[in-house]
């Protein structure tokens, strides 16, 4: 987290951390819905989604219905 956020003070890059699970007044819990993308993104930026293969699959699907084009998003999936 710290590169990223030294990422994020050094440059124009937004980044948003949600946790899924972890309580902690740090961060929102819960799933990434659409309604939170509506509010928190600009869907005329690039992407770059880092989770598990369910959770980039679904914010793939919610970015393209917003029309964020294919190129626009970049994708690394992990499990744990």
Do not use: W
């Not at 987290?1 to 699970?21: A, G």
């Not at 869907?43 to 770059?48: L, Q």
């Not at 989770?51 to 699907?61: E, F, I, R, T």
């Not at 998003?73 to 499990?79: N, R």
């Amino acid at each position: 987290l710290d590169e990223l956020n030294e990422l994020r003070d050094k440059s124009t890059v937004n980044i948003h951390y949600i946790l899924s699970r972890e309580k902690t007044a740090d961060y929102p819990t819960g799933h990434i819905t659409e309604n939170f993308l509506s509010q928190y993104v600009n869907f005329n930026e690039y992407f770059y989604l880092c989770g598990p293969p369910k959770m980039v699959k679904l914010l793939k699907k919610l970015l393209k219905r917003n029309n964020v084009p294919r190129g626009r998003i970049f994708y690394e999936k992990f499990s744990m």
